[in-house]
């Protein structure tokens, strides 16, 4: 299948690696020292659990235009930059996205896709449970071995969902179809947004975790705050399992966060500034909606973003 990824990050480029590796004709879209990295190396990943590294060749562009046409789309970015991106997918002729990544108005962004667009479109969102870290000469560090996307429609069943799994059939990556996207992506921000909010601390974040209790309950109270805002909006909590967990099994919790502070794997999760600032302006939104008090959350992105 001829496949676009649009956007050459460390998801991007893993995405584009397990597409490869099933037998898919690949191109990226990259910009920069990334496209020459790409055209000069291939898509390098240095597998973090099998001590191996993979080098996959593939087409390498730097701009869509409207009439290059793609079996799919997947656009893997931070929220930050979705925006800009939008107008360029309208007018591409090509009919089947995924918007992969962080996404608290998945609607709006199906809905300008769709409203611009000269030829029909559909369009699906996703979320890859997997990781790494890109260093300067172009390989990507992966956490997993594996590779695995939870994706949905908003409106029901993706309709191009035999293309997709026609897409993965040959490759080392699992695809789970969820029924409310919408709900389980929102239900992440809330992990997301803690978890980042610390990590991202000038004086060190994650580092300092070990041992700082208050900071630690402090974490928990955040994520039980920001649950209860999406259920002010009517929005139900996906995995339910883990609402409940956090309320009832705040001992774990402590300890999960405690272990998750000392292990270097969270070093290797990829985000900025920028994402976690975009995500925590649509947090303050749902909050005014719903005229919620957020305390331990507020306390947190105060003392740690470096731009409250």
């Known amino acids: ?7 050459a990050g460390v998801l991007g480029s ?3 690696h ?14 920069g020292k990334r496209a020459e990295e790409l055209e000069r190396n291939g898509v390098v990943v240095r597998h973090y659990f099998q001590l191996r ?19 799919l789309i997947f656009v893997v970015m931070k929220y930050s930059d979705f925006p800009s ?5 309208a007018a591409n002729q090509s009919r089947h996205i995924v918007i992969v990544g962080n996404n608290a ?20 969102f996703g979320f890859q449970l997997s990781g790494g870290r890109r260093y300067e000469d172009g390989r990507i560090l992966a956490v997993r071995g594996g590779g695995q996307m939870v994706l949905g429609g908003l409106d029901g069943p993706i309709p191009f969902q035999p293309l997709l799994d026609k897409a993965f059939k040959k490759a080392s990556y699992k695809l789970d179809y969820h029924d409310d996207i919408d709900a389980w992506l929102k239900s992440h921000i809330i992990f997301i947004l803690v978890l980042n909010t610390v990590s ?3 004086e060190g974040g994650m580092k300092k975790l070990d041992g700082d209790k208050r900071l630690l309950l402090e974490m928990i109270e955040a994520m039980d705050e920001g649950f209860r805002v999406l259920e002010a909006m009517d929005i139900t909590i996906t995995p339910a399992g883990q609402v409940k ?15 998750y502070s000392i292990i270097p794997i969270y070093k290797l999760i990829d985000g900025t500034i920028s994402e976690m600032e975009a995500l925590s302006s649509e947090f303050a939104q749902w909050k005014r909606a719903t005229n919620s008090s957020t305390p331990s959350m507020d306390k947190l992105a105060n003392q740690f973003f470096p731009h409250p």
């Open 1 to 7: 299948m001829n496949i676009l990824v649009y956007g």
């Open 14 to 16: 893993y995405l584009a």
């Open 18 to 31: 397990a597409l490869k590796r099933g037998g898919n004709d690949v191109t990226v879209l990259a910009r």
């Open 53 to 71: 590294t993979t080098v996959d060749r593939v087409r390498v562009i730097r701009t869509l235009e409207a009439d290059d046409q793609y079996d």
């Open 85 to 89: 991106v939008l107008p360029i997918l």
């Open 105 to 124: 108005d998945a609607r709006q962004m199906q809905s300008y896709i769709e409203e611009n667009s000269p030829t029909k479109k559909h369009v699906a």
């Open 200 to 202: 991202f601390s000038p």
């Open 245 to 259: 967990f956090i309320r009832e099994r705040k001992r774990l919790v402590y300890y999960f966060l405690k272990l």
